[in-house]
């Protein structure tokens, strides 16, 4: 599988790039190109910053321009806030990752352009790219930091990569109640309140145990939970 090239221009910070390295190891993207970079990726400040994840920095290709960064790519996306007045494809950082994962088992290499810090990429830089990736952002402050960005994009990327429930409930040590067991806690939990005068209300009382029935049924509980229920209610019971 072929995964897309990060490609920093001119960043002005080795911070930055450390932050930037760390955001791409935590999305799986390995392979970082600098185009120009003002300050030593390699300093302390940037090994620092990228916290741990120095093997990319280390891995790392410098480039003297854009054209040579991108000149072995058959497919380069630029990121940028603004249209610049050109004729291009568009895309929301999700579209671009389902491209991109859509073609990374083909002979396709691809890269996502990054501008530097103060100014984004320059027009000469956005008119090298294919498509332009935009991330939609409140239009009274859309600026972002440029580990930022990567992280952001790079995330959509991760994620079309991995298989993970969008929800689930972690039981840990203990493991959901059987029908079985919530009905006999539902017997223990009726005879308790048998003494209580709400429910010797025998127009009430179906209600109440409806809506009591209703609340542990609806709530995925677990063993260790029941047992924890049991307690309290024979302490309250003593009581």
């Known amino acids: 599988m072929k995964n897309p090239a990060i490609i920093l221009v001119n960043p002005q910070m080795a911070e930055n790039v450390g932050m930037s390295a760390r955001a791409m190891m935590n999305c799986g993207l390995y392979e970082m190109r600098i185009v120009a970079p003002r300050e030593n990726h390699l300093s302390e400040k940037a090994i620092a910053a990228s916290s741990g994840a120095d093997k990319i920095l280390h891995n790392a290709k410098i480039y003297d321009s854009t054209q040579d960064a991108i000149a072995d790519l058959s497919l380069v996306y630029a990121t940028t806030a603004r249209r610049r007045n050109m004729i291009k494809v568009v895309e929301t950082a999700e579209a671009a990752a389902c491209e991109m994962s859509e073609k990374a088992n083909s002979n396709v290499s691809y890269g996502i352009l990054f501008g530097p810090e103060r100014t984004g990429l320059h027009n000469d830089d956005v008119a090298l790219a294919d498509k332009i990736i935009e991330i939609p952002l409140n239009p009274e402050h859309c600026s972002l ?34 029908k079985e067991k919530i009905k006999h806690f539902f017997d223990f939990l009726d005879d308790k309140l048998s003494g209580c005068k709400a429910f010797q209300n025998e127009e009430k009382r179906p209600s109440m145990l409806i809506n009591l029935h209703n609340i ?19 302490y309250l019971s003593q009581k």
């Open 216 to 234: 542990f049924q609806r709530g995925e509980i677990t063993e260790s939970e029941l047992n924890t229920l049991y307690g309290v209610i024979n």
């Open 145 to 178: 930091n440029l580990s930022q960005a990567v992280l952001l994009v790079g995330y959509e990327w991760y994620k079309k990569q991995i298989s993970v429930p969008s929800a689930q409930l972690i039981t840990n040590t203990s493991k959901l109640a059987d």
